[in-house]
């Protein structure tokens, strides 16, 4: 009979002192309770676990995509810069190859001009604006001295204004072409 009252006793302990937390607003913390929460917690943990390893895995998705998208981007800006060099390089030839047009362009013309000089003396028709070597010689230096006057004012313009340079670039050409005596 007095492990029955123990037995009763200590139900009666746990029975006050349950009753006690719920006066107090605590709910009474049971073996049972403990143990449920323990299992729920464990649910939890799986399930966080479960979450983490498939974050995990998208991560890493996302990374190899990053590198994938990081190598094309690469690739397509070396595929950029050799179009780049291939368009710097067409446009340099087209430069050369227009002055060249030009100078010959310009030669053609003064070969043209000579040759119709040429026809009307044959002609006889030709007449003749410097009658004396002086007079010839004056217009030639005239000349000469309008064409280095063009000359300076090209260059002073490249150095004052560099951004115009490729704008005058082919006019300079041109005028420092004309500017060497004609060999003919």
Known sequence: SSGINAEYGRRETISTRGDAMVKQGKKAETKGTLKKKVSELRKKVKSLTVEASGCDTEIKKLREHQSA?????????????????????????????????????????????????????????????????DSIEKVRNRETERLQALVNIVDHMNREYPHLKPALHRATLLLNWRAVPEQM
């Open 69 to 133: 998208l990081a190598q094309t981007l690469e690739d397509k800006n070396v595929s950029c810069k050799e179009k780049q060099q291939l368009v710097d390089d067409l446009s340099a030839q087209h430069e050369k190859i227009m002055l060249e047009k030009d100078k010959v362009t310009q030669d053609l013309l003064s070969k043209q001009k000579k040759v119709k000089y040429l026809d009307q003396v044959k002609n006889n028709t030709y007449k003749m604006m410097c009658k004396t070597e």
